[in-house]
């Protein structure tokens, strides 16, 4: 299903529609404030595992992420010191990916790598739908493959027709960014800018 969605004032019952699929264990792809991204209910593992096989990623090789409504939610997932709190509240919602050491409330499949990378992005849309769902939303972006026209990832349209037989939902929130997040690591003493993409760290 291809589901209009705009930056405000959205059916609720649209919102609901969405919020059923994945707590039905379904996967919806919509758009953030970089790339448009795959995404399920984070708690649930075999959801989880069908964008792994997807994406053609391994899940205990490969960095996940969760958006996370609030920094509140985020501290049932994920532990950050208060230096960390204060630069993740200055930068979020953004387009930044935290790297954090994950709590016991992951699921397996995210504890084995006993890392997690979190997301607030600035988009209303999923911020929206994280918020009403009350759980984290498992996140990657769309693949795209080498030589691939850039528009399959930025185009809901176009995600859709390649995309839309794999996946109970996609979003369309009009033409996305492509460009991706930039991903901070503060699993260390030291918070590490591990990959520059869009956006500014204010430490």
Partial sequence: MLLKMYDSNNDPQKIQEVINVLNDGGIIIYPTDTMYAIGCHGLKERAIEKICSIKGIDPRKNNLSLICYDLSTISEYAKMSNVVFKIMKANLPGPFTFILSG?????????????????????????????????????????????????????????????????DIVIDGGVGDYSPSTIVDCTGEYVDIVRQGKGELVI
């Fill in 103 to 167: 709590t016991n409330k992951l699921p397996k499949i995210f504890r084995n790598r006993k890392e997690v990378g979190v997301r607030m992005p600035d988009n209303n849309i999923i911020n929206d739908i994280a918020k009403q769902l009350d759980f984290p939303i498992m996140t990657t972006t769309v693949p795209i493959g080498e030589g691939e026209d850039t528009e399959y990832a930025t185009n809901p349209e176009l995600i859709y027709e390649k995309f839309g037989h794999l996946v």
